[in-house]
């Protein structure tokens, strides 16, 4: 067409929103009027086809009753001639070349302004009359002069049979930037950029010379030495005398696209950072500002245990709880753009798994989301196993000091407790000779009571040398230990012993099933009973309630020892003890077994009780694990291994 000024527009798209900003753009335009006409399927396309002409038609490839590729050639079954440019939401060079392919004018992505979608709509009209030029000249041999009606942003171009250039229009040597003395004559070789390999020119020069017309893109080289790119038609140029027709000449008839191929080449450059940066993720998907997933790499559906098919129509926010991201991590990804945080996910399966995800904003119109993902667990796992040997050796740094400090205290102390009782009962010898009998009672009395303190004082160091371990019964090789009584009859004994001295309102249920015996000194597993058991009682001293002992065999999986923080898995015997008393604040669990920490008022506790627990309970190759809510109660769970 001729007159550019004035276009008609067939508009097939079936997004209210999308077809009102392709139109408030078409309007915006200067120095063309747009008359669209909107329709929502191919359907209607098909009536306002039969009812109207149009200049060029703007397709969505998504419509009720057309999808993908196939809409195109519907479409170009209803007109043949009329250009079509491609809507297209993904901003996707492959599919726009496989559109071209199939039959398309053009594309352009939905959302462009108005300048961009005026220029790619003159474009392919001016490309479209291009063609059908070509097609009328190569087939009705037409003369070159109906070219000179083109735009006036058109390069035409004439050469001999030997291409050199015989006539050039004003377009030319503006693109070109020589002038039209140093052109004529001259053949192509004085544009020629070197991008072009021999082969191309080989196969132009053996179609034009058949007598056919070759189309397609050309890269020039202006004077001043840069690139330019053509979107060009060379033409043979028929002359018919009475005996016959011949071609005496070629037309070339180009537009500049040099701009649309840069446009392509950094969208290319983008495309290939884009897939690099896919390939070095585990998972990668693009979302829209809604949560709706609009692209998934195969990593991704690996790590979520999805197919694609099912992950594109899926919206993040209104997923089955177990996969979604809640509002608020989504509220994150849209604020904190290109920063890095862990979100923690179920597959499909309902396995966990962490990732660790990059968010940054893509360039397309829509304003989606990139999110590139990776598979943090093993690293995390493997974080957290060096943080739990880093406090094993601590806390074996920690044991050790107290240890040989509390050892040479208690050896020391020992030794002054056997001084104080020895004079202690020399002064209660002397007593007996005093002749005044209230002086002697009194007497007798006070050195009662430094004895009883004194022997306090024994038993005090007794645990505490207890605890380091230095008593004859640590060096036993647990290996090397005969049992004397067994297991479940000194838990029987233990518990009769402590219930005699339990108050009214507090009472202990035991549950002992048929096991193995525990390989540990019966003298040993009274007083990590007793220990046990004292503790139970304090924690229900206001309210009472019930103590559960209960022994049995259990199959663990993977739990890290409460003293030791050593991973426990396997079977065990379990010998748990039970309080529904206050239970233990989770701000000092952690801290309850190290020597002298109680929770205990001044008074009455030492803080040695669950130290000096878990030392035989570790001597005996076992382990503990504490299960304790506050005012609910806590069980402590003793698993030993089979003898």
Same mark, same amino acid.
């Given at each position: 067409m001729s007159d550019i000024a004035f276009i008609r527009v067939l508009l097939i798209e079936d997004e209210a929103g999308d077809a009102q900003l392709t139109q408030i753009a078409l309007h915006q335009a200067k120095d063309v009027t747009f008359e669209v006409t909107w329709v929502e399927s191919m359907k209607e396309a098909k009536e306002a086809l039969e009812n109207a002409t149009f200049h060029i038609m703007l397709l969505d490839l998504s419509l009720p009753d057309s999808n993908g590729l196939d809409t195109i050639r519907q479409a170009k079954k209803l007109t043949l001639h009329l250009p079509i440019i491609v809507l297209s939401c993904h901003g996707d060079t492959n599919l726009a070349l496989e559109a071209l392919k199939t039959g398309a004018t053009d594309y352009v992505v939905k959302g462009s302004d108005a300048n961009d979608l005026t220029r790619m709509i003159r474009y392919g009209l001016l490309r479209a009359e291009l063609e059908e030029t070509s097609r009328k000249l190569a087939e009705a041999h037409l003369d070159l002069d109906l070219l000179h009606t083109l735009d006036s942003a058109t390069i035409i171009a004439e050469t001999d049979l030997h291409g050199r250039i015989s006539f050039m229009n004003e377009q030319f040597c503006k693109i070109s930037g020589f002038r039209e003395t140093e052109l004529l004559g001259q053949t192509h070789k004085i544009m020629s950029s070197g991008v072009h390999p021999k082969e191309f020119y080989l196969h132009l020069w053996s179609r034009i010379k058949s007598g056919k017309a070759w189309s397609g893109e050309i890269c020039n080289r202006r004077k001043t030495g840069e690139q330019y790119w053509l979107q060009a038609i060379i033409l043979p140029i028929y002359r018919k005398n009475s005996d016959d027709t011949y071609f005496y000449k070629y037309a070339i008839v180009g537009l500049d696209i040099t701009e649309k191929k840069k446009h392509e080449v950094a969208m290319q450059n983008r495309a290939a950072l884009y897939e690099a940066a896919i390939e070095t993720t585990d998972g990668f998907c693009r979302i829209s500002s809604c949560g709706k997933i609009l692209e998934v790499s195969d990593g991704y559906c690996r790590l979520s245990g999805y197919s694609r098919d099912e992950l594109l129509d899926m919206n993040i926010l209104h997923m089955n709880e177990s996969f979604a991201l809640s509002l608020q991590q989504f509220s994150h990804l849209i604020q904190d753009n290109g920063k890095t945080f862990e979100v923690e996910q179920h597959r499909k399966d309902g396995s966990l798994w962490l990732a660790e995800i990059t968010a940054s904003y893509s360039t397309l119109p829509d304003r989606s989301l990139f999110l590139f993902l990776h598979d943090v667990t093993e690293r995390r796992e493997m974080q957290k196993r060096d943080k739990i040997q880093r406090q094993q050796l601590a806390h074996m740094q920690k044991i050790d000091s107290i240890g040989r400090l509390t050892a040479g205290i208690g050896h020391d102390f020992n030794n002054i407790l056997t001084g104080i009782l020895g004079y202690n009962e020399l002064c209660q010898i002397i007593a007996e000779d005093i002749t005044d009998t209230s002086i002697k009672d009194e007497l007798n009395k006070s050195l009662q009571q430094v004895e009883i303190a004194g022997r306090r004082a024994v038993e005090l160091i007794s645990k505490m040398m207890n605890y380091c371990r230095q008593n004859t019964t640590a060096s036993i090789d647990i290996d090397q230990l005969q049992l004397t009584k067994p297991t479940r009859e000194v838990i029987k004994e233990v518990v009769e012993m402590v219930r005699s001295g339990l108050p009214r309102k507090t009472h202990i249920e035991l549950d002992l099933?048929? %096991? $193995?015996?525990? /390989? !540990?000194?019966?003298?040993? /597993? =009274? *007083? !990590?009973? %007793?220990? /046990?058991?004292?503790?139970? $009682?304090?924690?229900? #001293?206001?309210? @009472? @309630?019930?103590?559960?002992?209960?022994?049995?065999?259990?199959? /663990?999986?993977?739990?890290?020892?409460?003293?030791?923080?050593?991973?426990?898995?396997?079977?065990? !015997?379990?010998?748990?003890?039970?309080?529904?008393?206050?239970? !233990?604040? #989770? #701000?000092?669990?952690?801290?309850? +077994?190290?020597? +002298? +920490? %109680?929770?205990? #008022?001044?008074?009455?506790?030492?803080?040695?009780?669950?130290?000096?627990?878990? @030392?035989? &309970? =570790? =001597?005996? $190759?076992? =382990?503990?694990?504490?299960?304790? *809510?506050?005012? &609910?109660?806590? %069980? +402590?769970?003793?698993?030993?291994?089979?003898?």
């Amino acid at each position: 067409m001729s007159d550019i000024a004035f276009i008609r527009v067939l508009l097939i798209e079936d997004e209210a929103g999308d077809a009102q900003l392709t139109q408030i753009a078409l309007h915006q335009a200067k120095d063309v009027t747009f008359e669209v006409t909107w329709v929502e399927s191919m359907k209607e396309a098909k009536e306002a086809l039969e009812n109207a002409t149009f200049h060029i038609m703007l397709l969505d490839l998504s419509l009720p009753d057309s999808n993908g590729l196939d809409t195109i050639r519907q479409a170009k079954k209803l007109t043949l001639h009329l250009p079509i440019i491609v809507l297209s939401c993904h901003g996707d060079t492959n599919l726009a070349l496989e559109a071209l392919k199939t039959g398309a004018t053009d594309y352009v992505v939905k959302g462009s302004d108005a300048n961009d979608l005026t220029r790619m709509i003159r474009y392919g009209l001016l490309r479209a009359e291009l063609e059908e030029t070509s097609r009328k000249l190569a087939e009705a041999h037409l003369d070159l002069d109906l070219l000179h009606t083109l735009d006036s942003a058109t390069i035409i171009a004439e050469t001999d049979l030997h291409g050199r250039i015989s006539f050039m229009n004003e377009q030319f040597c503006k693109i070109s930037g020589f002038r039209e003395t140093e052109l004529l004559g001259q053949t192509h070789k004085i544009m020629s950029s070197g991008v072009h390999p021999k082969e191309f020119y080989l196969h132009l020069w053996s179609r034009i010379k058949s007598g056919k017309a070759w189309s397609g893109e050309i890269c020039n080289r202006r004077k001043t030495g840069e690139q330019y790119w053509l979107q060009a038609i060379i033409l043979p140029i028929y002359r018919k005398n009475s005996d016959d027709t011949y071609f005496y000449k070629y037309a070339i008839v180009g537009l500049d696209i040099t701009e649309k191929k840069k446009h392509e080449v950094a969208m290319q450059n983008r495309a290939a950072l884009y897939e690099a940066a896919i390939e070095t993720t585990d998972g990668f998907c693009r979302i829209s500002s809604c949560g709706k997933i609009l692209e998934v790499s195969d990593g991704y559906c690996r790590l979520s245990g999805y197919s694609r098919d099912e992950l594109l129509d899926m919206n993040i926010l209104h997923m089955n709880e177990s996969f979604a991201l809640s509002l608020q991590q989504f509220s994150h990804l849209i604020q904190d753009n290109g920063k890095t945080f862990e979100v923690e996910q179920h597959r499909k399966d309902g396995s966990l798994w962490l990732a660790e995800i990059t968010a940054s904003y893509s360039t397309l119109p829509d304003r989606s989301l990139f999110l590139f993902l990776h598979d943090v667990t093993e690293r995390r796992e493997m974080q957290k196993r060096d943080k739990i040997q880093r406090q094993q050796l601590a806390h074996m740094q920690k044991i050790d000091s107290i240890g040989r400090l509390t050892a040479g205290i208690g050896h020391d102390f020992n030794n002054i407790l056997t001084g104080i009782l020895g004079y202690n009962e020399l002064c209660q010898i002397i007593a007996e000779d005093i002749t005044d009998t209230s002086i002697k009672d009194e007497l007798n009395k006070s050195l009662q009571q430094v004895e009883i303190a004194g022997r306090r004082a024994v038993e005090l160091i007794s645990k505490m040398m207890n605890y380091c371990r230095q008593n004859t019964t640590a060096s036993i090789d647990i290996d090397q230990l005969q049992l004397t009584k067994p297991t479940r009859e000194v838990i029987k004994e233990v518990v009769e012993m402590v219930r005699s001295g339990l108050p009214r309102k507090t009472h202990i249920e035991l549950d002992l099933q048929d %096991t $193995r015996n525990i /390989l !540990i000194a019966p003298i040993d /597993l =009274h *007083q !990590i009973m %007793t220990n /046990l058991l004292v503790n139970a $009682r304090d924690a229900m #001293k206001e309210k @009472g @309630g019930t103590i559960t002992v209960s022994l049995k065999m259990v199959n /663990l999986l993977t739990y890290p020892c409460a003293a030791c923080l050593m991973p426990v898995e396997g079977k065990f !015997i379990e010998l748990s003890i039970s309080d529904t008393g206050t239970g !233990i604040d #989770k #701000k000092v669990i952690d801290e309850i +077994f190290d020597p +002298f +920490f %109680t929770t205990k #008022k001044e008074g009455e506790g030492t803080g040695l009780g669950l130290s000096t627990v878990s @030392g035989i &309970v =570790h =001597h005996a $190759r076992g =382990h503990i694990l504490i299960d304790s *809510q506050l005012n &609910v109660g806590t %069980t +402590f769970k003793l698993l030993f291994k089979k003898s």
